[in-house]
């Protein structure tokens, strides 16, 4: 299994909270990716990172901001959590090798009341 | 930008054939994905089908590509209890964007 650890796996705040998911990986691979899962749209790409402090926005990164200062981590913070942002959380990554494999952490769940 | 879409839920008996059907916009994609969710888990590449085939055959997956339509199929051959989960069908946008579709819930019944 690759080496992706996320966290915290499970969190509540209160609409209004910073939050900061952990995505720590130990496969020094060069990409990586924040997705959102919820029913009905699937997973969702807010966030990407194709190298130390190289990120760009996905489809749905409004409210989201994210930092890479090492290849090992990657962060996703929610400056100001709101109710639509209950979600589960997945932290992705790929070194692009031979045909592209995506490999995924096991999620955090986050529930903004 | 690519738009992945499938069908939210497939219901099979235990035996049969399932087939999950996905279409997407993007015709630059070098390679096409299906991935497996199980519950409270992560995805887990299932298989892929480089962009200049038609089909791929892997044990019980086969793999269907068609370009024209932009249509991507995956048929499950005598479907298991255990391969009830989320199927997603993925492409890659641009250089680095994975997108993946809704997910389609594939449950079996004995």
């Known amino acids: 299994d690759a080496g992706i650890t996320q966290s915290p796996r499970h969190k509540v705040t209160e609409t209004g909270t910073p939050v900061t998911l952990r995505c720590h990986q130990t496969?020094?691979?060069?990409?990586m990716y924040w997705y959102r899962q919820d029913p009905g749209h699937g997973l969702r790409l807010i966030h990407y990172?194709?190298?130390?402090?190289?990120?760009d926005k996905g489809e749905v990164s409004d409210g989201y901001s994210v930092s890479r200062s090492k290849t090992e981590d990657f962060l996703l913070t929610l400056e100001s959590a709101t109710s639509s942002q209950t979600s589960v959380y997945f932290c992705?990554?790929?070194?692009?090798?031979?045909?592209?494999?995506?490999?995924f952490g096991e999620g955090s769940r986050l529930t903004v009341l | 930008g690519e738009d992945v879409e499938q069908s939210l839920f497939l219901s099979v008996r235990e035996g049969d054939s399932s087939v999950i059907n996905c279409t997407y916009t993007?015709?630059?994609?070098?390679?096409l994905y299906w991935y497996k969710q199980e519950p409270g888990a992560g995805l887990q590449l299932l298989t892929y089908?480089?962009?200049?085939?038609d089909m791929k055959q892997d044990q019980r997956l086969t793999v269907l590509l068609n370009k024209k339509d932009k249509h991507l199929s995956l048929r499950i051959a005598d479907t298991q209890t255990g391969d009830s989960a989320i199927y997603f069908c993925?492409?890659?946008?641009?250089?680095?964007?994975?997108?993946f579709g809704t997910g389609t819930r594939l449950k079996v019944l004995a």
């Open positions: 990172s194709y190298g130390v402090k190289d990120t």
């Open positions: 993925a492409a890659i946008s641009g250089t680095y964007k994975y997108i």
């Open positions: 993007d015709s630059s994609s070098t390679y």
């Open positions: 992705a990554i790929t070194d692009r090798g031979v045909f592209g494999e995506l490999f």
């Open positions: 089908i480089f962009s200049n085939m």
């Open positions: 496969e020094n691979h060069r990409y």
